[in-house]
């Protein structure tokens, strides 16, 4: 009997000495760890790897004296052209144009739309990494022109809102929607959301008609000249096939593409 009631109490404190061990396991770990979050000042790189340096903001928009509200051309003393691009379309698409663009050494401005760079967050500084311009096409891509003024408002600032939350910056330049120039009306909208100047062109490629990449290269040589401003499109495959022949004939002619700015410096 004596025995069995030691045996008892030596089972008792084995149990009261294990449930002592997982409290103090407990105590050590403290309440349940919140959820991973990246530092705010930094952003996050791929599994693995350290948080990246948060990225500086990019160019602001300039004003340039001596040149118009509305631009569509830059000095004809100097040979360069600004090939712009119409931000929409196919990612693949606009990258492939970027690469072969870059191939070339040659710059390019980018016009994004807002709808465009929510879909597709990343394009923001892969086209501002390879070292071209961005600016801003309003956020839906419908016909500017024919919009209240509260509604062409919110086009404006809805595509430069995104663009300073991606890259810090509203975009080097606004272009309109669905028309070749602004509206006085657009215009004065334009410049109160920041834009000095509204960017417009002398030379239409026609890619959005999908002409055939010949079509298209015969269209630009035929019309442009030193300080032109190109009109062309993400999103169409004539435009990525046609690329090549264009810079090949740029190249003859003794002209470099650069971005708008630059053109314009």
């Known amino acids: 009997m004596i ?56 160019p602001a928009p300039r004003s340039f004296p001596g040149h118009p509200a509305q631009l569509d051309h830059g000095p004809r003393t100097r040979p360069r052209v600004a090939l712009t691009f119409h931000g929409q379309g196919d990612p693949a698409i606009a990258k492939a144009l970027l690469t072969e663009a870059e191939k070339a050494g040659a710059k390019v401005t980018v016009l994004a739309v807002g709808t465009w760079l929510d879909a597709h967050p990343d394009l923001a500084r892969r086209i501002l990494d390879g070292g071209h311009d ?72 026609l890619d959005f008609t999908s002409p055939g990449a010949p079509a298209v290269t015969r269209k630009i040589a035929a019309e442009i000249r030193p300080g032109s401003v190109v009109s062309l499109h993400f999103g169409y495959a004539d435009t990525v096939a046609a690329l090549p022949a264009v810079l090949t004939e740029l190249e003859r002619r003794g002209l470099r593409a650069v971005t708008t700015t630059e053109l314009l410096t």
């Not at 045996?7 to 449930?19: C, F, P, S, T």
């Not at 309440?31 to 340096?53: F, N, Q």
């Not at 669905?178 to 960017?199: F, M, N, Q």
């Open 134 to 205: 961005l600016g801003n096409h309003t956020h839906h891509h419908l016909d500017i022109n024919a919009m209240s003024e509260a509604e062409a408002t919110a086009e404006i600032t809805g595509c430069a809102d995104r663009l300073r939350r991606l890259t810090g910056s509203i975009g080097t330049w606004f272009r309109p929607s669905r028309t070749r120039t602004a509206t006085p009306l657009v215009e004065r909208l334009a410049r109160r959301a920041g834009y000095p100047h509204v960017l417009s062109y002398d030379v239409d490629s």
């Open 3 to 58: 025995e069995t009631d030691r045996r008892r109490a030596l089972r008792a404190g084995v149990g009261l000495l294990a449930a002592g061990a997982l409290t103090t396991g407990c105590a050590a770990t403290g309440p349940a760890p919140a959820p991973d979050r990246p530092p705010a000042s930094r952003s996050p790189g791929p599994p693995g790897e350290a948080p990246r340096p948060a990225l500086a903001a990019a």
